[in-house]
């Protein structure tokens, strides 16, 4: 080919692709949205100017309207200095930029053209848009132009947009006071539905709680590529596995509650791993006790536990100081501190019955005769539970107790079901450092009050 014909061809090229690119702008996506919401407005308003009795209005109203239809489309940006934020959602929604619309409500009951709902519960007022944006609260992807992207439905984007009440989550990210704040209702129930639950037996938070599994300080961080791809398709959210781009840390965590995790993280005890059989995730089944709404709420309040470098002290809001309440006695005390450290985590609510626990050796399992196949052991071993303490607290003086939970029990220590199979994950912490001496005593005491007394006299 001679320079010359590369010369026309590599032109030719250059103008198809700024064609090309002008196409693709004029066809933008956000750009009908824009120019019907100043349609709309332009409506609006000359609706006004024609109910308006005073002449000098109406002609008021009529250059308002005829001002917002010659409106340039443009992109819209919202800059969040010190958040290294630009949103660019308003580009669409178009009522919630607060230069154009400064009370961000519209007439209109379809997104993206509505107002902000909640403005007159200070929402706005205490986060003007044009200092916070909007992705603070709702995730997203601010520089996103599309609704897709820009709503974050798009696969493996990290930070896809909260989703009904998951919204709070960030409103624990900014507020110490959640707990307390008006528009956080669900987040606060979603941390008492945790504390009462007893999830802090096993998972610490930023370092306050049990050790025995992650530490859920940083979970809405986790990066999905640690979260094998192939567990996500065994999580059902109302009976329904999940579309790929749903794959978030938001379903990951409601998915732990709203399904049996033994299922959701199977592992596998048949497998090995550096050659001893792997026994599936030791956490509970919550179903019985965790309802739906209670399980949205725990999952607001996790989703907003980051450790991003999103807030600047001067973004946040602390809390009080936790203050602890008083009883009457010390069992009554020692029942509260069963349930502030998540004992009910492993042993039940108010200790009545011991949770399970893979291949430990416990009441109501039959023994089985030699030979017995491998799927026959492990629906015997899948009945192990942790220990029902009202039953067993009973052979124990005050002081041995209070020892044994200070010193707990080590995986090493524990009696199998199946000798081959895989060892408990799950073992007795020592509380020596984490339970004051006060606390341990009253403990105590509740445990032995609660003891069932043997029926043949002793
Ligand atoms: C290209 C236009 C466009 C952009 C950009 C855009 N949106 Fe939207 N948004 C829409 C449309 C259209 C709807 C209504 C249909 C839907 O829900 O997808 C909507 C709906 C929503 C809803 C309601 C969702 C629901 O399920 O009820 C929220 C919240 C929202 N957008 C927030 C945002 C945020 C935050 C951003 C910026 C990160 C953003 N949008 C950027 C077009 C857009
Ligand atoms: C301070 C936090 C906060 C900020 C900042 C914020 N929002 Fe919201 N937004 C909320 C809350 C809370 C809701 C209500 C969620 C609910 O109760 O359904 C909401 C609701 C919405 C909805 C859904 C409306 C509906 O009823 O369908 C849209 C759309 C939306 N916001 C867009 C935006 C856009 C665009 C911005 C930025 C200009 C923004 N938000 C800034 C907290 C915020
Ligand atoms: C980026 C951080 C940030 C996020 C996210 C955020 N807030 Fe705020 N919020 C603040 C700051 C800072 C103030 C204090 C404003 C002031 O005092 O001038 C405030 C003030 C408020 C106030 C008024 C003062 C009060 O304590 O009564 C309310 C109500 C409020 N926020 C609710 C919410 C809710 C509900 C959410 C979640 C939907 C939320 N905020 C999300 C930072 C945030
Ligand atoms: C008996 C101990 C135990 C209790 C109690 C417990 N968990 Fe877990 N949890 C685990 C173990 C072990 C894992 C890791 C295996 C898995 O993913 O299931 C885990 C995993 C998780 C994960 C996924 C973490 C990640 O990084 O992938 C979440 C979220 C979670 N638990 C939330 C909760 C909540 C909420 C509660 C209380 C309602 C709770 N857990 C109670 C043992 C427990
Ligand atoms: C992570 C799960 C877990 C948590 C949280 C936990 N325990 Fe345990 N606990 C166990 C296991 C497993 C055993 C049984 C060890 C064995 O097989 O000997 C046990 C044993 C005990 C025993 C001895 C029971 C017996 O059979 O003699 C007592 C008492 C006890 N726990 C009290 C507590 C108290 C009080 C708390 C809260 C401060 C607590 N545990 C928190 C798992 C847990």
Known sequence: ????????????????????????????????????????????????????????KAAALRVQAADWRRRPLEIKQIIVGGLDRYDRCITCHAGMDEYSNPTLKTPFAENPYKGHPKIDEALAKAHPFTKFGCTVCHQGQGLATTAEAAHGWVKHWER??????????????????????????????????????????????????GAVSVDLGDIADKPLERIAGYNFKRVRIDGKELPEESWNIQNWILGHLTNDPAEVTPNDPMARYNAEPIAPSAMPDFRQEISRREADAVTAYLSGL???????????????????????????????????????GCHGLDAKVGRRRFNALGPGQNKLADGATEEALMAEMEKGLEPTLPDVVGTYTHEELVKKIENGVPLAAMDLFHPKGPVPAMYMPPWKDKISKAELDDLSTWLLSIAKKDDSGF
């Open 160 to 209: 896809p947009m909260l989703k009904g009440t998951h919204i709070q989550a960030s409103c624990v990210k900014c507020h110490g006071d959640f707990e307390t704040l008006r528009g956080a209702e669900a987040a606060a129930l979603g941390k008492k539905v945790f504390e009462r639950q007893g999830c802090q037996g096993c998972h610490a938070i930023n370092g306050v709680g």
């Open 306 to 344: 980051t450790k991003e470098e999103l807030i600047p002290s001067r973004w946040y809001v602390p809390g009080p100081r936790p203050r602890e309440p008083r009883f009457a006695d010390a069992a009554a005390h020692g029942r509260y501190v069963f349930r502030k450290y998540g004992c009910q």
């Open 1 to 56: 080919m001679g320079y010359r014909k590369l010369f026309y061809a590599s032109n030719a090229l250059l103008l198809a692709g700024f064609a090309w690119a002008f196409l693709k702008d004029h066809n933008a996506e956000w750009k009908p949205y824009q120019s019907n919401f100043n349609r709309m407005t332009a409506g609006e308003l000359d609706k006004r100017a024609a109910a308006e009795p005073d002449p000098q």
